[in-house]
């Protein structure tokens, strides 16, 4: 959603970011009791749930569970829906072959069985994947879900004409040449014409791919590989009513204001080891005003933020100071940068995209975003600490967390030198206009620029056009882009889910392109094809290392921080914890409330 602000109301929320990257810089350094008030309410503590559980003892059977949030889902179609916090909620309704360990921290990544009886039988040359069903799983009308279901849930992701929006990772996987047209054009009887995949029986499913992909399977445990049966798919209007896998299942849906699960009758416990189905009944309530989102949180109205995006600055200030054992500071997965257009002067030479690296001022970067706590730790390179392969602030080539994290003035002016622009250049910086700490970040790197002699004009362009403004390299060098400022964040936990699109020449698209900086580098390429075709995790994690090196050495990104989130749980809840299987946030299956009141 895209809003103007007049120039008084911006410069409000940029002092607003200020105020709280201040009183974020105190709680980080310790400041005050580490529970903080709210304690004798009975939260857990400051930072309880982040990376472990938090009263997992008290869970209780029953009760309502109230999220709130200041954003809908995109969509609730398991085969449309990309938000994060959509997937994570999607597990209440929505199950999968295979799923990420309902555990804190890096263990919530790993996969584990879900509708399978084991993780896949997976063929010496890595083409083929077979799983065998668990017994007694069931639709919501309690007929059995079978690998058929699954089959046509799958292709589903082939129907991008009707169903647009969430991941195609299967369709690229399965069938990179689009031969299949999905399952509203199959001309076969039973709507069950990919080939790639076969159902042999109702409790077997193989999968064969053209060519070997070592993160299938992660693939297979996101939420576009959930069964969808034929007989309740109502195409476009499915998301409006989801038929459930799952324990809980859709009692209302009003777009835009609210949600409601109930629990799933014909769900057996014996059948799925993932779900613990706590509450009574899920509730969703969205508002169009984080700060109205915010105050029902702390008066204890709503249990936790769906979106899982952080508090508003407001709100963050006043938890802070007085519920501080409410909250939650995780690393998010994200990564927030600005990136170097190639096809802009004179960001085509290594040494002009070194210059503005070293003479940023980091530390006030880091502060734009809101400070060590809610903005994150300084980013020294590209690959978020909960991907495999990442060294985190270990691997600083710029020493940008070190030395130079005010800015290197004199080693700039050398880069400058180098690149034949001792005097300087001008450029224009791009950032969205509906994201005001981006547009508080680049004023600090304008700021930074100048007193090296890079003159940066900021161009704020309409954050709902992504795609076809900076996602447009023709515009993007039309308009003379020479930085534009973005973040990313893993679609599944690999270099493959996090970096492909940012980094490989292949993903270069003429609308909705990712890769900004237009990296056409035939060594990282190749390191990519050689990461698809690994089956050995040792030598992936080896990969991913030197895949993010080639990147840093390029000098293609200024990394901003490691985004860290200031999240709310409410005194009520039990057995809370985050979890790298979705970028930080808390895993939303398992949340149990003290007393079923």
């Given at each position: 959603?895209?809003?103007?602000?007049?120039?008084?109301?911006?410069?409000?929320?940029?002092?607003?970011?200020?105020?709280?990257?201040?009183?974020?810089?105190?709680?980080?350094?310790g400041?005050?009791?580490?529970?903080?008030?709210?304690?004798?309410?009975?939260a857990?503590?400051f930072?309880?749930?982040?990376?472990?559980?938090?009263?997992?003892?008290?869970?209780?059977?029953?009760?309502?569970?109230?999220?709130?949030?200041?954003?809908?889902?995109?969509?609730?179609?398991?085969?449309?829906?990309?938000?994060?916090?959509?997937?994570?909620?999607?597990?209440?309704?929505?199950?999968?072959?295979?799923?990420?360990?309902?555990?804190?921290?890096?263990?919530?990544?790993?996969?584990?069985?879900?509708?399978?009886?084991?993780?896949?039988?997976?063929?010496?040359?890595?083409?083929?994947?077979?799983?065998?069903?668990?017994?007694?799983?069931?639709?919501?009308?309690?007929?059995?879900?079978?690998?058929?279901?699954?089959?046509?849930?799958?292709?589903?992701?082939?129907?991008?004409?009707v169903?647009?929006?969430?991941?195609?990772?299967?369709?690229d996987?399965?069938d990179?040449?689009?031969?299949?047209?999905?399952?509203?054009k199959?001309?076969?009887k039973?709507?069950?014409g990919?080939?790639?995949?076969?159902?042999?029986?109702?409790?077997?499913?193989?999968?064969?791919?053209?060519?070997?992909?070592?993160?299938?399977?992660?693939?297979?445990?996101?939420?576009?590989a959930?069964?969808?049966?034929?007989?309740?798919?109502?195409?476009?209007?499915?998301?409006?009513?989801p038929?459930?896998?799952?324990?809980?299942?859709?009692?209302?849906?009003?777009?835009?204001?609210?949600?409601?699960?109930?629990?799933?009758?014909?769900?057996?416990?014996?059948?799925?080891?993932?779900?613990?189905?706590?509450?009574?009944?899920?509730?969703?309530?969205?508002?169009?005003?984080?700060?109205?989102?915010?105050?029902?949180?702390?008066?204890?109205?709503?249990?936790?933020?769906?979106?899982?995006?952080?508090?508003?600055?407001?709100?963050?200030?006043?938890?802070?100071?007085?519920?501080?054992?409410?909250?939650?500071?995780?690393?998010?997965?994200?990564?927030?940068?600005?990136?170097?257009?190639?096809?802009v002067?004179?960001?085509?030479?290594?040494?002009?995209?070194?210059?503005?690296?070293?003479?940023?001022?980091?530390?006030?970067?880091?502060?734009?975003?809101?400070?060590?706590?809610?903005?994150?730790d300084?980013?020294?390179?590209?690959l978020?600490?909960?991907?495999?392969?990442?060294?985190?602030q270990?691997?600083?080539?710029?020493?940008?967390?070190?030395?130079?994290?005010?800015?290197?003035?004199?080693?700039?002016?050398?880069?400058?030198?180098?690149?034949?622009?001792p005097?300087?250049?001008?450029?224009?910086?791009?950032?969205?206009?509906?994201?005001?700490?981006?547009?508080?970040?680049?004023?600090?790197?304008?700021?930074?620029?100048?007193?090296?002699?890079?003159?940066?004009?900021?161009d704020?362009?309409d954050?709902?056009?992504?795609?076809?403004?900076?996602?447009?390299?023709?515009?993007?060098?039309?308009?003379?882009?020479?930085?534009?400022?973005?973040g990313?964040g893993?679609?599944?936990?690999?270099?493959?889910?996090?970096?492909?699109?940012?980094?490989?020449?292949?993903?270069?698209?003429?609308?909705?392109?990712?890769?900004?900086?237009?990296?056409?580098?035939?060594?990282?390429?190749?390191?990519f094809?050689?990461?698809?075709?690994?089956?050995?995790?040792?030598?992936?994690?080896?990969?991913?290392?030197?895949?993010?090196?080639?990147?840093?050495?390029?000098?293609?990104?200024?990394?901003?921080?490691?985004?860290?989130?200031?999240?709310?749980?409410?005194?009520?809840?039990?057995?809370?914890?985050?979890?790298?299987?979705?970028?930080?946030?808390?895993?939303?299956?398992?949340?149990?409330?003290?007393?079923?009141?």
């Amino acid at each position: 959603m895209t809003t103007k602000r007049t120039s008084g109301r911006r410069k409000q929320a940029f002092a607003a970011v200020a105020a709280v990257a201040a009183l974020l810089t105190t709680a980080a350094c310790g400041g005050g009791d580490s529970d903080g008030e709210g304690s004798k309410n009975g939260a857990a503590g400051f930072d309880a749930a982040n990376n472990k559980v938090a009263q997992a003892s008290l869970a209780k059977k029953g009760g309502t569970l109230k999220f709130g949030g200041a954003q809908d889902a995109d969509s609730w179609d398991t085969t449309r829906g990309y938000y994060g916090f959509m997937w994570n909620f999607a597990r209440y309704y929505s199950r999968q072959l295979v799923t990420g360990k309902t555990e804190p921290g890096k263990a919530g990544a790993e996969l584990t069985p879900d509708l399978a009886t084991g993780l896949a039988k997976v063929s010496d040359d890595g083409k083929t994947y077979t799983y065998t069903l668990r017994d007694g799983i069931t639709w919501e009308d309690g007929k059995p879900i079978t690998s058929k279901d699954i089959k046509y849930g799958i292709e589903r992701v082939w129907a991008q004409d009707v169903l647009s929006g969430g991941p195609v990772y299967l369709k690229d996987m399965l069938d990179p040449k689009s031969e299949y047209k999905g399952p509203y054009k199959d001309t076969s009887k039973d709507k069950l014409g990919l080939k790639a995949i076969e159902t042999p029986d109702d409790k077997t499913i193989t999968f064969k791919l053209p060519a070997p992909n070592s993160d299938f399977e992660e693939v297979l445990a996101l939420i576009s590989a959930s069964p969808v049966r034929q007989d309740k798919d109502t195409k476009s209007k499915y998301g409006l009513k989801p038929f459930s896998s799952g324990p809980y299942k859709f009692e209302s849906y009003s777009p835009g204001k609210d949600l409601t699960l109930v629990r799933n009758t014909s769900w057996k416990q014996e059948s799925d080891p993932i779900r613990k189905a706590y509450p009574d009944k899920i509730t969703v309530q969205f508002f169009s005003d984080a700060n109205q989102l915010d105050e029902r949180l702390l008066n204890g109205d709503l249990d936790l933020d769906i979106n899982q995006t952080g508090m508003s600055p407001q709100g963050r200030t006043t938890a802070l100071k007085q519920h501080k054992a409410n909250l939650d500071n995780p690393v998010s997965g994200y990564i927030r940068y600005a990136t170097f257009p190639q096809s802009v002067k004179p960001f085509d030479n290594i040494e002009c995209r070194k210059a503005v690296i070293y003479g940023a001022d980091h530390v006030s970067l880091q502060t734009a975003r809101g400070g060590p706590v809610a903005g994150g730790d300084i980013g020294t390179n590209m690959l978020p600490p909960s991907v495999p392969g990442s060294e985190g602030q270990k691997y600083d080539p710029y020493e940008v967390a070190g030395a130079n994290k005010k800015g290197n003035e004199a080693k700039a002016k050398e880069a400058l030198k180098a690149c034949g622009q001792p005097n300087g250049f001008k450029t224009t910086i791009a950032v969205r206009n509906n994201k005001p700490v981006e547009v508080a970040t680049a004023q600090s790197l304008q700021a930074s620029l100048k007193k090296i002699g890079i003159t940066a004009e900021i161009d704020q362009f309409d954050g709902s056009q992504t795609s076809g403004i900076i996602g447009s390299p023709s515009n993007v060098a039309k308009k003379g882009y020479g930085i534009i400022i973005m973040g990313w964040g893993p679609d599944f936990p690999t270099v493959q889910g996090y970096g492909m699109p940012l980094w490989d020449s292949k993903y270069i698209l003429e609308s909705g392109n990712n890769n900004f900086a237009l990296i056409k580098d035939k060594t990282i390429d190749g390191l990519f094809d050689d990461y698809v075709s690994e089956l050995d995790d040792a030598k992936k994690t080896e990969i991913s290392t030197e895949i993010n090196h080639k990147v840093m050495e390029g000098g293609y990104y200024l990394p901003f921080v490691f985004e860290k989130f200031v999240n709310w749980r409410s005194d009520r809840l039990a057995n809370v914890y985050t979890t790298d299987g979705f970028s930080g946030m808390y895993d939303f299956v398992n949340l149990g409330l003290k007393s079923a009141s």
